[in-house]
């Protein structure tokens, strides 16, 4: 008996001492089958396991966590358009359905505030963000409280952690439009309202890297990585250009913007996404038509990027993400079967292809949380 209640102690204690595992669901929504695919990340290898899919209503597309990690949003670009959002179960993962508003606009790109208070909208056909309010309990309330006029094809809105300052990826104009982000969540010009970028990049998505000090942006048609310094007050000052690194090797054309119907058999660069780990380290882009994603190692006091190298990976990809602790990447295609996840090499940055799911058509928007 003494023998058993020793061994159940030493268990017990082993059970206490040993450090808890997180654990890691990925969401990537389908437009075309109009589901968001759920699975589980395996964290020790990497390996992605299908756990199921959620009927989003329509053509979804962007997706966006709430602050506390406690819901997922989604947009809707069929008619009629809207806003979905669900409660996330933190053991299994499963969605369950929280509420649906009417939306403003087609939102390629939705995001949220770090205070939970607002998600926002960018639209490419309607030259507008919108900005809806939170419930405390994650709810959508339609209309929305804030609007700001863009110019032509503003394609993504993110916000600083401060939750005073928002900036927009504006596709048409080659522009990076700096913005004052309200308590109640009006929009207003910071600045000028500016900042240029080069001739016919077509500015895309944004990262801010983790301490603010730097905001990244690739531009879709010229595949130029744009980074800003950010000033105390917000505004962005422009201070380097990386060119894209791929284009040479693939043969690829300058790009163009693509409206429906957008028909052209010559290769053109065609960038899609950009993530940073969260420790600031590495920078990783997607471009679209070469399937490849090129990653960057980040100099820490200046902020400047050197290329590491390039991997090919989905067909098509359109999304990436990364996991919280920085060790994997998640990469979706437009045209590929499959979802694949990639170790990234904690020293140099190179990504390693690990594992692998089935993807439904049209695979876009990865979204990644974790919880312990």
């Not at 997706?63 to 949003?73: F, I, P, Q, T, V």
């Not at 939705?110 to 309010?133: E, M, N, W």
């Not at 503003?154 to 308590?183: E, P, W």
């Not at 000052?237 to 894209?244: I, Q, R």
């Amino acid at each position: 008996m003494k023998k058993i209640l020793r061994a159940a102690t030493l268990l017990a204690s082993l059970a206490a001492s040993a450090p808890l595992l997180a654990q890691t669901f990925v969401y990537v929504s389908e437009a075309d089958d109009g589901t968001i695919a759920r699975y589980a990340l395996n964290e020790q290898t990497g390996a992605l396991q299908l756990l199921g899919r959620t009927q989003a209503g329509g053509k979804v597309m962007p997706m966006a966590l709430s602050a506390d990690h406690k819901h997922l949003y989604a947009a809707i670009r069929s008619k009629p358009l809207q806003l979905v959002s669900w409660n996330i179960d933190s053991k299994s993962g499963d969605l369950s359905p929280l509420n649906a508003v009417s939306a403003a606009a087609s939102y390629p790109y939705i995001s949220t505030d770090p205070q939970g208070r607002f998600l926002l909208g960018a639209s490419y056909d309607g030259d507008v963000v919108h900005v809806y309010k939170l419930t405390n309990y994650g709810k959508l309330i339609a209309p929305p409280v804030g609007s700001y006029k863009t110019g032509h094809a503003a394609h993504s809105v993110i916000v600083d952690t401060s939750g005073k300052h928002a900036y927009v990826g504006n596709l048409g104009t080659d522009r990076m439009l700096q913005l004052k982000l309200s308590a109640d969540g009006e929009l207003s010009g910071l600045g000028n309202g500016y900042v240029k970028t080069a001739t016919d990049n077509g500015p895309r998505h944004s990262m801010l890297s983790p301490d603010n000090r730097y905001l990244y942006n690739i531009g879709e048609m010229g595949g130029i990585i744009t980074q800003f310094r950010r000033e105390a007050s917000g505004e962005l000052v422009k201070v380097a250009e990386t060119p894209n690194a791929v284009a040479e090797k693939y043969k690829l054309q300058h790009g163009k913007e693509r409206p429906p119907g957008y028909s052209d058999s010559t290769p053109r660069i065609w960038a899609a996404d950009i993530r940073l780990t969260p420790d600031g380290r590495f920078l990783y882009v997607s471009e679209r038509t070469s399937s490849t994603i090129s990653g960057y190692r980040i100099n820490r006091d200046d902020g400047k990027l050197t290329l590491i190298d390039s991997w090919q990976i989905e067909k098509q990809p359109r999304g990436i993400a990364i996991t919280a602790d920085g060790r994997w990447l998640i990469a979706s295609g437009e045209k590929s079967a499959v979802t694949g996840s990639y170790a990234i090499d904690q020293e140099s940055g190179a990504l390693k292809r690990v594992g692998e799911a089935p993807a439904g058509g049209d695979a876009n928007w990865v979204t990644v949380v974790s919880y312990k």
